[in-house]
T-cell receptor
Framework: NAGVTQTPKFQVLKTGQSMTLQCAQD?????MYWYRQDPGMGLRLIYY???????DKGEVPNGYNVSRLNKREFSLRLESAAPSQTSVYFC??????????????FGEGSWLTVV | AQSVTQPDIHITVSEGASLELRCNYS??????LFWYVQSPGQGLQLLLK??????LVQGIKGFEAEFKRSQSSFNLRKPSVHWSDAAEYFC?????????????FGTGTRLQVFP
């Protein structure tokens, strides 16, 4: 009963380092998302993948790249981490896009600190 | 533009008291509306959602919400709060008319429950 699994849960990076957040879902969902959560800002969409083979920018894509490796997996990469990217990152998935009324299911989050 | 406003950043109630969390949205067509709950250190869990039909929606954990088109509101209610309800609550709006890939979240309301 895993749902959406993301790793690592905690990470500390130095400015300029790179890292990849991994995400996998076992619900056979078509759409996957990466959000970031900052105090007082709610959740903001970084990138999403409507279906396998496609990716699109969300509200705050700068400084990030994504890869939809297959239907199950959707990774988020920080090429050169900056302190402004200190945040909690959530991977999520849904059967299809939320505009069709589909529910988005979230992972438990990855706490990233850039020093 | 689509937007969601949760006017209350922080609410404190006594255990057993009733609860209402406010959510106002801006959307040019019939929206899909969601309430999510986030416990400390956890991801977001769906409480309930509104797509169409009956404007009073029942959710999990004894929560309900009422869609009022005339007021552009989707307030969350619970008749008797339990200590375990202490969490952060997010309202979100999506829809089929505009860009269907985005679910717009409010900034959240943190609920504190006193014994």
């Amino acid at each position: 009963n895993a749902g959406v699994t993301q790793t690592p849960k905690f990470q500390v990076l130095k400015t300029g380092q790179s890292m990849t957040l991994q995400c996998a879902q076992d619900m056979n969902h078509n759409s996957m998302y990466w959000y970031r959560q900052d105090p007082g800002m709610g959740l903001r969409l970084i990138y999403y993948s409507a279906s396998e083979g496609t990716t699109d920018k969300g509200e705050v894509p700068n400084g990030y790249n994504v890869s939809r490796l297959n239907k199950r997996e959707f990774s988020l990469r920080l090429e050169s981490a900056a302190p402004s990217q200190t945040s909690v990152y959530f991977c999520a998935s849904s059967e299809s896009l939320p505009g069709a009324g589909n529910t988005i299911y979230f992972g438990e989050g990855s706490w990233l600190t850039v020093v | 533009a689509q937007s969601v406003t949760q006017p209350d950043i922080h609410i404190t109630v006594s255990e057993g008291a009733s609860l209402e969390l406010r959510c106002n949205y801006s959307y040019g067509a019939t929206p899909y509306l969601f309430w999510y709950v986030q416990s400390p250190g956890q991801g977001l869990q769906l409480l309930l959602k509104y797509f169409s039909g009956d404007t009073l929606v029942q959710g999990i954990k004894g929560f309900e919400a009422e869609f009022k088109r005339s007021q552009s509101s989707f307030n969350l209610r619970k008749p008797s709060v339990h200590w375990s309800d202490a969490a952060e609550y997010f309202c979100a709006v999506g829809g089929a008319r505009y860009n269907t890939d985005k679910l717009i979240f409010g900034t959240g309301t943190r609920l504190q429950v006193f014994p």
